[in-house]
């Protein structure tokens, strides 16, 4: 038990589909990210959240929108994927992004199959 | 870019064998993170590195962060069955919040 639950652990959905991933974190931290994990590839980073507000976005296409209502929870909403998007999407929190507070504790994630 | 390599890519060792695996940057890194996955779940953090030479330990597991900055090992002994998995290595150069993760050392152990 990490203190980070993603859901639903599995996804299938077609390319016309409207989905949401949901992250929640227990461990009072202040920065959440979102990470996409493809085979044979390493971690991607996709958007960090610190104190609620959008602080990064790494060239993410527009079919993924996240959302951070409050520090303990986080979505990705999706829309119109495409099969490339298939992946492991992993969820993340800190306390701070810098400096010792930096260890980022990571959700079991959330397998994801566009067909 | 950054980037890490961690090598080797994969492992095979029998049961009982002491373990190294290291992670090299081109550039300077402020902090070390190593990180042990297993199949469907994610990344738990094993060992925090924050200073050059800093050796810590998390039971049979060692890592050192190392002199140049721009290294980090990682050494398990007496390895077990339920040390397989992936681990990776992941760095954050002070002023960028974000990690680098290297691209994993499989480990496997061989009956």
């Known amino acids: 038990e990490t203190g980070v639950t993603q ?29 996409k994990q493809s085979a044979k590839k390493p971690l991607e980073l996709m958007f960090v959240y610190n104190f609620k507000e959008q602080t990064e976005n790494n060239s993410v296409p527009s079919r993924f929108s996240p959302e951070c209502p409050n520090s303990s929870h986080l979505f990705l909403h999706l829309h119109t994927l495409q099969p490339e998007d298939s992946a492991l999407y992993l969820c993340a929190s800190s306390r701070d992004t810098q400096g010792a507070g930096y260890e980022q504790y990571f959700g079991p994630g959330t397998r994801l199959t566009v067909t | 870019g950054q980037q890490l390599n961690q090598s080797p890519q994969s492992m095979f060792i029998q049961e009982g064998e002491d373990v190294s695996m290291n992670c090299t940057s081109s550039s300077i890194f402020n902090t070390w993170l190593w990180y042990k996955q297993d199949p469907g779940e994610g990344p738990v953090l094993l060992i925090a590195l924050y200073k050059a030479g800093e050796l810590t330990s998390n039971g049979r597991l060692t890592a050192q962060f190392g002199i140049t900055r721009k290294d980090s090992f990682l050494n398990i002994s007496a390895s077990i069955p339920s040390d397989v998995g992936i681990y ?11 990690l680098t993760f290297g691209t994993g050392t499989r480990l496997t152990i061989i009956p």
């Not at chain 1, 639903?8 to 949901?22: A, C, D, F, I």
């Open chain 2, 88 to 98: 990776f290595c992941a760095g954050s150069r002070f002023g960028n919040e974000k």
């Open chain 1, 7 to 35: 859901t639903p652990r599995h996804l299938v959905m077609g390319m016309t589909n409207k989905k949401s991933l949901k992250c929640e974190q227990h461990l009072g931290h202040n920065a959440m990210y979102w990470y």
